[in-house]
């Protein structure tokens, strides 16, 4: 089945830093999108990716979806503490029927 | 900003009772989903449902799983027999269009003793 490899895992960064994260599935998605999920709350939506090669920003964010469509970046500027939590990358499948794939996530702490 | 909402926010349940999700997606959205994230893991698809009925489903989903949307509004998350390994968040999601983007509930996190 698809899958979206996510990586690093974890980051540990001080405030201030930027921070960058990935994900590559061997499988091509027809969208991609980023998601923040803070502790017990459901995902919410960063940046969403329709085109291939497309780079969009969001405030300090900014995303770029790959040529291929099989993978994606995201970047933040100048981390703040409310950054912290879990990044979701997700590929989104429309064949047949529309679900998204979702990666193991990236967690971010910043130290003060 | 419309959301999608959820209820409970929390269920505790015996093992083996049913337990019913409910989820008030998006007003002007066609498109619905169940997504579950056990603890720990990443968020994984069980179910998406269009125009009254099921257009996916995930190997998750199996005969204990069933949607229903009863009116206008609700769209729930039906568990007949609840196994331990159910425990998990439930998360709804909903969107206009199949390829448009998903907006996810809250959650709810259900605890199966």
């Known amino acids: 089945g698809q899958q979206l490899n996510q990586s690093p895992q974890s980051m540990f960064i001080q405030e201030g830093e930027d921070v960058s994260m990935n994900c590559t599935s061997s499988s091509i998605f027809n969208t991609w999108l980023w998601y923040k999920q803070d502790p017990g709350e459901g995902p919410v939506l960063l940046i969403a990716?329709?085109?291939?090669?497309e780079l969009t920003s969001n405030g300090r964010l900014t995303a770029q979806f790959g040529i291929t469509r099989k993978d994606s970046f995201l970047n933040i500027s100048a981390s703040i503490p409310s950054d912290v939590g879990i990044y979701f990358c997700a590929g989104l499948i429309i064949q047949g029927a529309q679900k998204l794939v979702f990666g193991q996530g990236t967690r971010l702490t910043i130290n003060p | 900003e419309p959301e999608v909402t959820q209820t409970p926010s929390h269920q505790v349940t015996q093992m083996g009772q049913e337990v019913i999700l409910r989820c008030v997606p998006i007003?002007?959205?066609?498109?619905f989903y169940w997504y579950r994230q056990i603890l720990g893991q990443k968020v994984e698809f069980l179910v998406s449902f269009y125009n009254n009925e099921i257009s996916e489903k995930s190997e998750i989903f199996d005969d204990q799983f069933s949607v229903e949307r009863p009116d206008g509004s609700n769209f729930t998350l039906k568990i007949r027999s609840t196994k331990l390994e159910d425990s998990a968040m439930y998360f709804c999601?909903?969107?206009?269009?199949?390829?448009?983007?998903?907006?996810f509930g809250p959650g709810t996190r259900l605890l199966v003793l």
């Open positions: 999601a909903s969107s206009r269009g199949g390829w448009e983007t998903q907006y």
């Open positions: 990716l329709y085109k291939a090669g």
């Open positions: 007003s002007n959205h066609l498109y």
